[in-house]
Nanobody, 124 residues
Framework: QVQLVESGGGLVQAGDSLRLSCAAS????????MGWFRQAPGKEREFVAA????????YYAVSVKGRFTISRDNAKNTVYLQMNSLRPEDTAVYYC?????????????????WGKGTLVTVSS
């Protein structure tokens, strides 16, 4: 069993930056691909970014590519999402996910665990 706990959400202005963290329990963290999804009010949950267990592969949604960066520290069992140049349309609850598959599997939501989410609000 893996537990994922997100943190770092908050209220920021358009153009600001924010870094989300996801702390994972369990001794096999470095065997999981990790990722982030988000769900805006009234919209379906959507993929944001994914990273392989070794950090060798990353994958991003078109809407965040070039603005967001996913990274991980296996020694700290933590994955990060650095979000720059935030826009009001980035407002959402952000969820951390993990799974045994590839970054493309994560993008397809073929994952094993979900966190409870952290709210990011970007004002215009």
């Amino acid at each position: 069993q893996v537990q994922l706990v997100e943190s770092g959400g908050g209220l920021v202005q358009a153009g600001d930056s924010l870094r989300l963290s996801c702390a994972a329990s369990g001794r096999t963290f470095n065997t999981y691909a990790m990722g982030w999804f988000r769900q805006a009010p009234g919209k379906e949950r959507e993929f944001v970014a994914a990273i392989s267990w070794s950090s060798y592969s990353t994958y991003y949604a078109v809407s965040v590519k070039g603005r967001f960066t996913i990274s991980r520290d296996n020694a700290k069992n933590t994955v990060y999402l650095q979000m720059n140049s935030l826009r009001p349309e980035d407002t959402a609850v952000y969820y951390c996910v993990s799974g045994y598959g590839s970054v493309l599997d994560v993008a397809r939501a073929t994952v094993d665990y979900w966190g409870k989410g952290t709210l990011v609000t970007v004002s215009s």
